[in-house]
């Protein structure tokens, strides 16, 4: 039962490198989305997909890409890394359905230097 | 969009003691929800509300909707040290399950034993 897993747990870049925040799901869930949490502002929505090839831009989506190709994983690319762009972020799943709410991953700290 | 004030910010108690939070917001919400974090963790679900007026407990965790959609509280008694963290509220528009949440800056809590 592993929910949902997000990797690297930790991650430090350097200014204008990319790299790719990986997320898993084995729920079977056809929701899925990525969060930044910032301190002192909550968790902001950065892209989600209602199901495999259907992906949108949430709140915060300028600097980063997202696919979904398979119904497990979600991926979210940082194509330029900036300063701005440290944070802590959060993938997380649910079940289409009303009354169904989410299941979050454990956050991946990263830092750009 | 939406913004969501959640208050206080931040809370220091004893052991024992009760504990109220709550979120405002100048629009109108159908879904509000409570989540906790821990350090280091993703946010986990305390409490779902789906209805104006409704009051749902979680063991010593009370929730309400309120009357006019645009507000929520959370109550906790008796503290306990394992209520550490930070609690969140968010709210959601829309009845599908792609309508998108948005969240409260979190009330951080510490129990002092």
Not at chain 2, 20 to 36: D, E, G, R, V
Not at chain 2, 43 to 72: C, H, M, W
Request: aromatic share 10%; with cysteine.
């Amino acid at each position: 039962n592993a929910g949902v897993t997000q990797t690297p747990k930790f991650q430090v870049l350097k200014t204008g490198q990319s790299m790719t925040l990986q997320c898993a799901q084995d729920m079977n869930h056809e929701y899925m989305s990525w969060y930044r949490q910032d301190p002192g502002m909550g968790l902001r929505l950065i892209h989600y997909s209602v199901g495999a090839g259907i992906t949108d831009q949430g709140e915060v989506p300028n600097g980063y890409n997202v696919s979904r190709s398979t119904t497990e994983d979600f991926p979210l690319r940082l194509l330029s890394a900036a300063p701005s762009q440290t944070s802590v972020y959060f993938c997380a799943s649910k079940r289409q359905g009303s009354r169904t709410e989410a299941f979050f991953g454990q956050g991946t700290r990263l830092t750009v230097v | 969009g939406q913004q969501l004030n959640q208050s206080p910010q931040s809370m220091f108690i004893q052991e024992g003691e009760d504990v109220s939070m709550n979120c405002t917001s100048s629009s109108i919400f159908n879904t509000w929800l409570w989540y906790k974090q821990d350090p280091g963790e993703g946010p986990v679900l305390l409490i779902a509300l789906y209805k104006a007026g409704e009051l749902t407990s979680n063991g010593r965790l009370t929730a309400q909707f309120g009357i006019t959609r645009k507000d929520s509280f959370l109550n906790i008694s008796a503290s306990i040290p394992s209520d550490v963290g930070i609690y969140f509220c968010a709210g959601r528009v829309g009845e599908t399950s792609g309508s998108r949440l948005t969240f409260g800056e979190g009330t951080q809590l510490t129990v002092n034993p």
